[in-house]
Antibody
């Protein structure tokens, strides 16, 4: 069974940093694109970033470029999101998501974690 | 960036109703369109991918259609489990983008 478990969320002051982790199990992690998707309180879904299976290609939404870094450890089966220069508008539940399929053009959210809440406030 | 616009934003319906949600893209996404269902406090769940392919385990009352810039999600006979918020997402080009969501509520 595919399992994705996020951790690392919490309260941080504006301008601060936080590192989110996602522990993956139940599938061959190193074969799949992985994403972070966030949802501000009471709002819709926003794709944040993804990384290719080998970690060599990374893509970001414009609002986080230069502030957030996605990475992965294919030995530890883990996905990370390093978030720097945090702003109030980054407050959201952050979900880890695995694409549906190994190959081809495939939707972002074949499987999702339960999410971890990040609150940016003084 | 490709903008995804869903309508309506809220839909009131009864059990047994046929329901249709529309998603329009600001430019062609070919057939690379997914639909997700989200219940309050829960993670989204994939319902439809590649515009019209039903995800495994999803009831056959759900169907999707469309290509290019206009897509629809139809629930043929609404059940109690279906009252939720639905999001479309294009995965044709970066940045990947979601629609604003359609909340299906009980009439």
């Amino acid at each position: 069974e595919v399992q994705l478990v996020e951790s690392g969320g919490g309260l941080v002051q504006p301008g601060g940093s936080l590192r989110l982790s996602c522990a993956a199990s139940g599938f061959t992690f190193s074969r799949y694109y992985m994403s972070w998707v966030r949802q501000a309180p009471g709002k819709g879904l926003e794709w944040v970033a993804n990384t290719k299976p080998d970690g060599g290609e990374k893509n970001y939404v414009g609002s986080v470029k230069g502030r957030f870094t996605i990475s992965r450890d294919n030995v530890e089966n883990s996905l990370y999101l390093q978030m720097n220069s945090l702003r109030a508008e980054d407050t959201a539940v952050y979900y880890c998501a695995r694409v549906r399929d190994v190959v081809g053009n495939t939707p972002t959210g074949g499987h999702w974690g339960q999410g971890t809440l990040v609150t940016v406030s003084s | 960036d490709i903008q995804m616009t869903q309508s309506p934003s809220t839909l009131s319906a009864s059990v047994g109703d046929r329901v249709t949600i529309t998603c329009r893209a600001s430019q062609s996404v070919s057939g690379w369109l997914a639909w997700y269902q989200q219940n309050p406090g829960k993670a989204p769940k994939l319902v439809i991918y590649a515009a019209s392919s039903l995800e495994s385990g999803v009831p056959s009352r759900f169907s999707g259609s469309g290509s290019g810039t206009e897509f629809t999600l139809t629930i043929s006979s609404l059940q109690a489990d279906d009252f939720a918020t639905y999001y479309c997402q294009q995965y044709n080009s970066y940045p990947l983008t979601f629609g604003g969501g359609t909340k299906v509520e009980i009439k």
